[in-house]
């Protein structure tokens, strides 16, 4: 198995985070003209938030924790605060990644 950003192998392979790239025509799917970039990224983060939440049950009431703040920490606060958890922590190393998934549903945010 191998992806962009992948740090499975050695040496790891390096991300996406380009103006351009070339890959396989069979890994690209042609993005609707109403859908802006920045929410076509959301994509996958957002679906493996949804996974994650489907596959822990009901968190009505439940307490969630995500390490780190990043795209899928922060949709993941969103998720679990969509679905009525009560306490949804979430750490990082950066105070300002943490800003963003208080606004984005975290009840608490640690700097660790």
């Known amino acids: ?8 192998t050695f040496p790891h392979v390096q991300g ?14 042609k993005i609707n ?6 929410e076509a990224v959301c994509a996958e983060p957002l679906v493996v938030c949804l996974h994650a939440a ?3 049950g009901s968190l009505k009431g439940r307490r969630v924790q ?8 922060s949709l993941g606060a969103t998720i679990a605060a969509l679905n009525q958890a ?4 979430v750490t990082d ?18 700097n660790v």
């Open 1 to 8: 198995m191998g992806f962009l950003g992948s740090a499975r």
């Open 16 to 29: 996406g985070f380009r103006d351009r790239i070339v890959v396989e025509q069979s890994q690209c799917i």
């Open 33 to 38: 003209a109403n859908v802006s970039l920045a």
């Open 54 to 56: 489907n596959q822990a």
């Open 66 to 73: 995500a390490t780190g703040a990043g795209p899928i920490g």
């Open 86 to 89: 009560t306490d949804i922590v």
């Open 93 to 110: 190393l950066h105070d300002f990644t943490l800003s963003i998934a208080l606004k984005m549903g975290a009840t608490q945010g640690i």
